[in-house]
C-alpha cells in the first residue's frame, strides 16, 4: 500500500489498532505456517523454509486487518446515524429510480429478456449449458425462496424434491418411455406429492428442529437412492435419458441444448411471475404473518397448517420441475447430484442474494453458480475466493445482496413522518 | 354470551386448570385476576383453541366450541390478544392492523374500522408507517388490541394489557377497553395481575388460585371484600 493511502487511513488508527494488528498479523502468520512456509522436496528429500512468504502474510493481514477495521466503523457509523437521527439521508440507489420511472424498469426487463434470447446464438453451446445450470439454480433459490424467504421456515434438504424430479422423468422414461414433456408436470406433482407428505409430520417443529429435520430427510433420500437398485439402479445411476425435442422431430445436441435452454428460460419468466403474484396474495400474507409471529399470525384466525403446507407444497413443485429439466440436460443422473452440499448451496443463494426478495435470489444463484465457473482460471483459488465473498456479503450486506422490498416501504414511511411533522 | 363449564387443562401430566366455571354475558366486563401461575393465560389460552383442553365444555352464544382449532373460532367474533402483545414487529403499523382484518373481505368498512381505531389512539395514526418493533411497549399494547378490534370481535380476550407499563399508560389503555365495550358494545373478557384496575374497570370479576375459581362475583363486592383486598390490593 502506497504512502498517500497509509496518510488517508492515518486519522482512523490508533496506538490500540496498531497493537490490534500486529496481534492479527502474528496469528495469522502462525496460521498459515503449515502450508506457506514449509515445503517439502519429495525428491531430494529436504525441507525448505520460505521465511519471505511469512513476511508477506505478516505484511499483509497487518494492512487488511486495518481496512477491514475501517470498513466495518464506517458501516457501524452509518447505522447509528441511522438510527439516532430521524431524518434519514435517502441515497437514490438504481433501485429507487427504477421504482419512480416505471420505463426504466419496463426497458431494463427487455433488455434483460433480449439478453436472454440471443444468448444461445451469439455463444456457443459450452456457454449455454452453462447459462442452464446457472438458470436450474435460479428456479430451485425461487422455489427454496417461497418456504424460507417468505415463510421463515428453514428447511435444508431442499434438494430431495429437485431429486424426486429428475428421477421421476427418470424413471418413466426407462420404464415407459414416457417423453420430456409429460413428465415435466408430473415431477412437479410427484415432489409435490413428497413434499406433502413429508410436511406433514415434519411442520410440527420450528426453526433448529425443523431445519435437522428436513436435512436427515434430505440424506435418507439420497441414502435410499444409492442402495435401492431395483428402483434406482443404485449409484450408477440412469443413463440414456433423452434430451427434449419438439414434435418428436431428432435434434443434434446443439438444438437441444439450445430448446432445453429456452424451456428454462421460459420456466423462470413463469416462477418469477407466480411467485411475485403469491407475495400480494391473501396466502402471501398469511406467509409474512407466520414468519413474523406464528402465535399472533394465529390468534388473527390464519390457518398455520395449511399455510404452512401450501409454502412446502408450492416450494416442492418448483424443485420437481427443475429436476425434470435437470435429468433431461445431463442425460444421466445418479445420487450424486443431490447431496447435502446442494441443498445447502441453493439456501446460500437465498440468504445471499436477500431472504424473501425475488431480485434478490435470482442475483444470488447467478453469482453462485457463474461465480466459481468463470474463476476456473484462479482454479486452486476459486473456493477461496467463493467463501470470501460469502463472508463479505453476510458482514456489510446480512440482509443479502438485494433485500426484500419490505425494508424500502419502512425507509419511505419514517421520512413520510418526518414531512408530516412528526418529532 | 360465553359460558365455561368445569374446564379442565393439562399440560403434560400437570394439571394447570381444575374444573373452572365461567359465565361473561353479552356487553358485560369481566375480568379474572390472580396471581402468578393461577391458570389465568392457561383459561384464555384453552378459550382460543391454543392449548385444547382434556375435559369440559366451552360455550360461545350456546354453541360448542371446545377444541376448535383457533382458525374456526376467530370467524365466530371471539378474538384474543395474546400476552406479551405479540405484535408482528418487522411490518408497519398499518400492516399489522391489516393482518388483523385478515379474514375478513369488507373493504370498505375496514377503512372505516381503521380511521376508528386511529381515533382510539391517534398516536397510532401518527406512525402508521414504521415498524412495529419500533414503538414503546405502550403503544405495542395498543396496536396489539387495535389489531384485535380490526377484526370484528364480538367478544375480546386480553390477556394481561398491562404487563410491563408504565401506569399511566396502564389507565389510558383501561380506559379505551371501557370505551371500547360502551361504544361498540364489544363484550370484553380481561385476564389482569393489576387487580384494583381490572375490578375498576370491570363489571363483574372472577378470583383464580391454583387452577381454581375461589371467588366470583360484582367488582363492587370484590373490592369490598376482605380477602381480596389482603390479596391482591395490598390493603
Not at chain 1, 4 to 25: F, H, P, Q, W
Not at chain 1, 72 to 101: F, N, P, Y
Not at chain 1, 309 to 321: N, R
Not at chain 1, 361 to 389: K, N, W
Amino acid at each position: 500500500m502506497s504512502d498517500t493511502a497509509k496518510n488517508g487511513l492515518s486519522r482512523y488508527i490508533t496506538a490500540k489498532d496498531v497493537k490490534r494488528s500486529a496481534i492479527m498479523a502474528v496469528w495469522f502468520m502462525f496460521l498459515t505456517f503449515p502450508i506457506m512456509v514449509i515445503k517439502v522436496n519429495t525428491v531430494t528429500d529436504t525441507v525448505e523454509w520460505r521465511w519471505f512468504n511469512m513476511l508477506i502474510i505478516g505484511v499483509a493481514s497487518f494492512i487488511l486487518s486495518h481496512v477491514w477495521k475501517l470498513m466495518i466503523d464506517r458501516r457501524e457509523g452509518r447505522m447509528a446515524d441511522a438510527v439516532s437521527s430521524s431524518v434519514i439521508v435517502e441515497k437514490k440507489t438504481l433501485r429507487d429510480r427504477m421504482e419512480e420511472k416505471p420505463m426504466i424498469k419496463k426497458v431494463g426487463s427487455l433488455v434483460i429478456l433480449v439478453i436472454a434470447v440471443l444468448f444461445p446464438i451469439v455463444t456457443g453451446m459450452y456457454q449455454t449449458s452453462i447459462m442452464i445450470t446457472a438458470l436450474l439454480y435460479v428456479v430451485l433459490a425461487l422455489g427454496l425462496n417461497i418456504i424460507v424467504g417468505l415463510g421463515g421456515l428453514l428447511v435444508l434438504g431442499y434438494i430431495v424434491f429437485y431429486g424426486v424430479g429428475a428421477y421421476t422423468y427418470a424413471l418413466l422414461n426407462y420404464h415407459f418411455g414416457l417423453n420430456f414433456w409429460l413428465a415435466l408436470p408430473l415431477g412437479g406433482i410427484f415432489a409435490m406429492i413428497i413434499g406433502i407428505l413429508i410436511a406433514i409430520p415434519v411442520l410440527r417443529l420450528r426453526g433448529d428442529y425443523l431445519a435437522i429435520v428436513t436435512l436427515a430427510f434430505g440424506e435418507i433420500f439420497r441414502i435410499v437412492m444409492e442402495n435401492w437398485n431395483g428402483l434406482s439402479f443404485g449409484p450408477s445411476g440412469i443413463a440414456n435419458i433423452p434430451r427434449p425435442t419438439l414434435f418428436g422431430l431428432d435434434f443434434s445436441i446443439q438444438q437441444s441444448t439450445t430448446l432445453t435452454y429456452y424451456v428454462i428460460v421460459i420456466f423462470v419468466i413463469i416462477t418469477i411471475f407466480i411467485v411475485r403474484r403469491l407475495e400480494d396474495s391473501r396466502l402471501g400474507r398469511a406467509w409474512v404473518a407466520m414468519r413474523e409471529d406464528e402465535i399472533a399470525g394465529e390468534a388473527m384466525g390464519i390457518d398455520m397448517w395449511k399455510t404452512k403446507l401450501a409454502a412446502f407444497a408450492l416450494s416442492t413443485f418448483w424443485a420437481g420441475v427443475a429436476g425434470v429439466i435437470f435429468a433431461g440436460k445431463t442425460t444421466f443422473i445418479n445420487p450424486a447430484s443431490f447431496t447435502m452440499w446442494e441443498s445447502i448451496l441453493v439456501l446460500c443463494m437465498v440468504v445471499l442474494g436477500g431472504m424473501g426478495s425475488i431480485p434478490g435470489v435470482i442475483s444470488g444463484a447467478l453469482i453462485i453458480t457463474l461465480l466459481p465457473e468463470y474463476l476456473r482460471a484462479f482454479s486452486e483459488l476459486r473456493m477461496l475466493i467463493f467463501g470470501a465473498v460469502l463472508v463479505l456479503v453476510m458482514v456489510f450486506k446480512p440482509e443479502g445482496m438485494i433485500p426484500a422490498i419490505r425494508q424500502k416501504y419502512e425507509f419511505k414511511g419514517i421520512t413520510g413522518n418526518k414531512n408530516k411533522g412528526d418529532k | 354470551m360465553l359460558k365455561i363449564e368445569k374446564l379442565e387443562t393439562y399440560y403434560g401430566n400437570i394439571q394447570a386448570l381444575k374444573g373452572i366455571d365461567i359465565e361473561v354475558s353479552e356487553g358485560e366486563i369481566v375480568t379474572l385476576i390472580g396471581a402468578n401461575g393461577a391458570g389465568k393465560t392457561t383459561t384464555l389460552m384453552s378459550i382460543s383453541g391454543v392449548v385444547p383442553p382434556r375435559s369440559g365444555k366451552i360455550l360461545l352464544n350456546g354453541e360448542d366450541i371446545t377444541g376448535k382449532a383457533p382458525d374456526e373460532i376467530v370467524p365466530m367474533g371471539l378474538i384474543q390478544v395474546p400476552e406479551g402483545r405479540r405484535i408482528f414487529p418487522d411490518l408497519t403499523v398499518s400492516e399489522n392492523l391489516d393482518m388483523g382484518a385478515f379474514l375478513r373481505k369488507d373493504d370498505a368498512q375496514i377503512k372505516r374500522d381503521v380511521e376508528y381505531v386511529f381515533e382510539l389512539f391517534p398516536i397510532l395514526s401518527e406512525r402508521r408507517n414504521q415498524r412495529g418493533g419500533t414503538l414503546s411497549g405502550g403503544e405495542q399494547q395498543m396496536l396489539a388490541i387495535s389489531r384485535a378490534l380490526m377484526a370484528k370481535p364480538r367478544i375480546l380476550l386480553l390477556d394481561e394489557p398491562s404487563l410491563g407499563l408504565a401506569p399511566i399508560i396502564v389507565q389510558q389503555i383501561f380506559d379505551i377497553v371501557k370505551k371500547i365495550n360502551e361504544e361498540q358494545k364489544t363484550t370484553v373478557f380481561l385476564v389482569e395481575q393489576n387487580a384494583n384496575l381490572a375490578l375498576k374497570t370491570a363489571h363483574k370479576g372472577y378470583v383464580m388460585e391454583t387452577g381454581r375459581i375461589t371467588m366470583a362475583d360484582t367488582c363492587e363486592n370484590l373490592l369490598k371484600n376482605d380477602e381480596v383486598q389482603k390479596a391482591y390490593l395490598g390493603m
